[in-house]
């Protein structure tokens, strides 16, 4: 195999308080075929995010365009990337220097075909602001071998850690434009495509801090609705091949929902397991609840809760 050209894109937007780590983080991977893209979203900081972009000359390529969100920054490198492979790296993220090297590596054994269809992702530690350790994020390899959806549904793809091919890219459409959650739905949208590949080892520094926007209340209800609007696209033949039935998929997808804090989705994902129960077993509202709170490991606690009001 040759040594094949990686595009890591970084769209920013008034970041000048991170983008100097970040870009030194993709300068620094040891695999040789890299170039970096910093495109300026429109940035309305008086030249800081700028000013640190041009200091690095002809060591990066730096673009500047209109506000448009990050759907938009990244399509525009997209279009504008020499690589054969895209990786996205937000300016308040960190790349460990063998990023793209340990995931070119399982690129090396794949076949042409499978290289034109690549959706690989990778674990990754969470972070504070000043890159103190949080918590080390693996996803569960047995449940994605057995049922690929789930990546996106029980949330276990962080989207820097992501090595995607250019072919697959555009055969997806590209980040459709969503405020805060364009990598669920293009996830999604690839997943349906090709098989993703979960490489178990850690690549990325993820910074967790407050200016982020998907920490807003509307943005976590724009994030909800997405999830619904993805649940009610899968069909039948997709949720089958995740699970034996549909009472089970939803169920599993409403407790994945319910970690990450998302109200309506969680609901709506329930509501369609609840659904799924009824039509199956034919049980009463009753019985059906107790259903539920088993597969969310609520039984007991609702029946202590029944016990203090003296229900029979």
């Known amino acids: ?61 730096y673009f500047f365009k209109p506000n448009g969100g990050v759907a938009s920054a990244l399509n525009y490198g997209i279009q504008h990337m020499r690589g054969e492979f895209f990786s996205w790296l937000s300016h308040d993220d960190v790349y460990l220097p063998h990023k793209l090297a340990a995931q070119m590596r399982q690129v090396e054994t794949l076949s042409a075909r499978q290289r034109n269809n690549l959706f690989l992702f990778s674990a990754y530690r969470a972070v504070t602001a000043q890159c103190k350790p949080l918590y080390t994020f693996h996803a569960d390899r047995a449940l994605l071998q057995r049922a690929p959806l789930y990546a996106v549904f029980r949330h ?16 997806a459409g590209g980040f459709h434009n969503l405020p805060t959650t364009q990598d669920y739905d293009l996830w999604f949208r690839l997943i349906r495509l090709t098989l993703p590949i979960y490489l178990d080892e850690v690549v990325l520094l993820s910074r967790l801090h407050q200016a982020q926007g998907f920490r807003t209340r509307v943005a976590r209800a724009e994030a909800a609705q997405t999830f619904i609007r993805l649940m ?10 995740c699970e ?19 109200k309506a989705a969680h609901d709506h994902a329930w509501n369609q397991a609840s659904v799924a129960a009824r039509l199956r077993h034919r049980l009463s509202p009753k019985h059906n609840l107790k259903l539920l709170l088993h597969h969310m490991g609520l039984l007991s606690q609702w029946r202590a809760w029944r016990q203090r009001l003296g229900a029979s």
């Open 1 to 61: 195999m040759t040594c094949p050209l990686v595009s890591i894109l970084i769209p920013v937007y008034n970041g000048a308080n991170y983008l100097r780590e970040a870009i030194d983080s993709a300068l620094a991977q040891t695999w040789p075929q890299r170039e970096v893209l910093v495109i300026n979203d429109g940035s309305a900081d008086n030249g800081a995010t700028e000013g640190i972009a041009l200091s690095y000359g002809e060591r990066i390529r």
């Open 156 to 171: 276990m793809i962080n989207g820097c850690t992501t090595l995607v091919s250019r072919d697959l890219l555009e055969r």
């Open 232 to 241: 009610d696209e899968l069909t039948d033949e997709e949720i089958l091949s």
């Open 244 to 262: 034996q039935d549909r009472q089970t998929f939803f169920a599993n997808i409403g407790k994945g929902l319910c970690e990450i804090d998302l």
